[in-house]
């Protein structure tokens, strides 16, 4: 199977997880936490339920990381190739229905995220990405080619997290740098607007688990853009515990992913 093929069926599957995190969200659902006080639902159970089961059946001899199931003690240990799952990131973004969720599906190959789908099934678009075949965007309009944009000569526009991180410590990290636009959005779909060229710069400046950006992540490396740590090193996978450290998103090249300097 093509690298093509193989992100085919995977958009396939993150559609039909979609799906079922789409029937819990039309319904009146019930919130629960789990033990680190996250919030989980139905949704997120249904979805990984249907993600575990069609990986298990296209590729039986890849182990498969996922949230619920690490949540539950159930998960293997990572390894040089594994999929990384979390069948609904930005939970609190589906509490608050305000469509800004998704369904992440990566696959891992030594410690990089070779292959992501990023798909919103509330806002009707998917992303998805392999490295060195490019990223696209399918939504009501089609299939489309997406890529990082090149420097805006206003300056960058950054995106950050709706419902978490600190504002303050953004405004810190950002000072002094050309910023002409700042947003916020949900779960994985920070990523994606940086790969499709309508943000510059995601910086997180908070705790986040691999899960939660390893999909996002193929598919902006697959548009031309970068993960980096705060000192410069790429984003790995696989680490001990799986807990990220504080990075940047890029879609530009260059000294601290292309941010430049605005001076007087």
Not at 109 to 129: K, M, N
Not at 157 to 183: I, M, N, P, Q, Y
Not at 222 to 239: E, N
């Amino acid at each position: 199977m093509t690298p093509l093929e193989l992100l085919d069926r995977i958009s396939a599957i993150a559609r039909a997880a979609g799906t079922a995190a789409m029937q819990v969200y039309a319904s009146d659902f019930a919130v629960r936490g789990k033990a680190d006080q996250s919030p989980v639902t139905e949704a997120d159970e249904r979805a990984e339920a249907v993600i575990l089961e069609w990986l298990a059946e296209l590729t039986p001899d890849i182990p498969v990381i996922s949230e619920e199931q690490s949540a539950a003690g159930l998960a293997p240990s990572a390894c040089d190739r594994f999929w990384l799952v979390d069948p609904l990131d930005g939970t609190r973004e589906f509490i608050q229905r305000n469509g800004e969720f998704t369904v992440n599906i990566a696959l891992i190959e030594s410690g990089r995220p070779t292959l992501g789908v990023v798909a919103a099934p509330a806002l009707d678009r998917l992303f998805a990405g392999a490295l060195g075949y490019g990223a696209s965007v399918h939504d009501a309009a089609g299939a489309h080619r997406i890529a990082c944009r090149g420097l805006p000569a206003e300056g960058i526009t950054v995106v950050s997290s709706r419902s978490h991180g600190d504002r303050d410590e953004l405004d810190r990290f950002l000072l002094g740098r050309k910023v002409a636009a700042s947003t916020g959005a949900g779960s994985s779909l920070k990523f994606c607007l940086v790969a499709a060229g309508e943000a510059d710069l995601y910086p997180r400046l908070g705790r986040t688990m691999e899960w939660d950006t390893a999909a996002g992540h193929a598919v902006l490396a697959a548009a031309g853009g970068s993960v980096k740590t705060l000192a410069g090193d790429d984003l790995r996978y696989g680490k001990p515990g799986l807990d990220n450290p504080h990075f940047v998103a890029s879609g530009l090249a260059g000294p601290l992913c292309g941010m430049t300097r605005e001076h007087a």
